[in-house]
């Protein structure tokens, strides 16, 4: 089963500085139909002009992760971390038992995120905060693990679900494919352009909800960047 969800289609706000569309019931937008796929409970496509940002504000209890797509995220928060990361790379940030935490775009430009939100397989822990870099080369033609609560993945960012958030940069007539295990959810985006997902055309933002697939292929359609999440 693929379901494409348009990006011209998803819930929403604008409140200047910010411009958000949400793949899943978030704040002001609620739709019992959309309120997760397995355990991914938000993906928010969020633009955040320039020297701007949000203000502290607490997460307790949920695996938050950031692939910036455009310009670049400063981050700080209640441990005392501060980190910087840019287009292409990615931070996660495990709530845990409670963590108060900002996030501003301190460029002369916009920043635009993927903001991804996982449940957790458990309550409670220490709150955690990392960011690395990942070259796009080393995922050209294929899905590299980026964050992930799988055994096996040590080179990803970890999280605490049973989990994997990869990427993928594919040139135009390329293809990339990634197994599926039995019963579990995948959700894909192209954070750049179009792509077919087992002849779904998939475009720019729009989302791809999958489950019952054993192999996911992936053919782009133009030169394309793409970010899927895999959970229970």
Known sequence: MIERRPFNELGGADHGWLKAK????????ADPSRMGWGALRVWNDDEIAANSGFPPHPHADMEIITYVRDGAIT????????????AGDVQVMSAGSGIRHAEYNVENET??????????????????????PF??????GRFVVLASGRAGDGDALPIRADARVLGATLQAGETAQYALESG???YLVPAKGSVEVDGVRIDARDGAAIRDVATITVKALSDAEVVLVDSR
């Open 22 to 29: 949400h793949h899943f019931s978030f704040a002001n937008y």
């Open 75 to 86: 981050h700080e928060d209640s441990l005392g971390n501060k980190g910087r990361t840019e």
């Open 111 to 132: 920043t635009r995120i993927f903001q991804i939100w996982i449940i957790p397989e458990a309550r409670g822990g220490e709150p955690t905060w990392g960011s690395r």
């Open 135 to 140: 070259p796009k080369g080393e995922r050209h």
């Open 184 to 186: 579990r959810h995948a």
